[in-house]
């Protein structure tokens, strides 16, 4: 059973940084792909980022390039999502999803598991 835990979000001002953890369990995630997205109130679920989990490539999407940033540690089984010079337009919940194949995808039809997510509020 593959289990995605989020943590990490929380308030903060504009400007300002969080990093997002995402502890995966349950299987040998070599040959997974994983990936975080957001959504906000009102709007449909969004890509933020993915990270192919082997060989360490990654994917963001285009609109928050430059700011947030994602990366995975083999050891500890932990997807990170680094976002800098948040936004009041970056607060949504965020969620961690995992996929059984080795290449990234941005379409949310495409991860079979999901992390309960997690609440990033940004204050203007």
């Known amino acids: 059973q593959v289990q995605l835990v989020e943590s990490g979000g929380g308030l903060v001002q504009a400007g300002g940084s969080l990093r997002l953890s995402c502890a995966a369990s349950?299987?040998?995630?070599?040959?997974?792909?994983m990936a975080w997205f957001r959504q906000a109130p009102g709007k449909e679920r969004e890509f933020v980022a993915a990270?192919?989990?082997?060989?360490?490539?990654?994917a963001i999407a285009a609109s928050l390039a430059g700011r947030f940033t994602i990366s995975r540690d083999n050891a500890k089984n932990t997807v990170y999502l680094q976002m800098n010079s948040l936004k009041p337009e970056d607060t949504a919940v965020y969620y961690c999803?995992?996929?059984?194949?080795?290449?990234?995808?941005?379409?949310?039809?495409?991860?079979?598991?999901w992390g309960q997510g997690t609440q990033v509020t940004v204050s203007s």
């Open positions: 990270v192919r989990w082997s060989h360490g490539s990654t």
């Open positions: 999803a995992a996929r059984p194949f080795t290449y990234n995808s941005p379409r949310e039809s495409d991860y079979d598991f």
């Open positions: 349950g299987r040998t995630f070599s040959n997974y792909a």
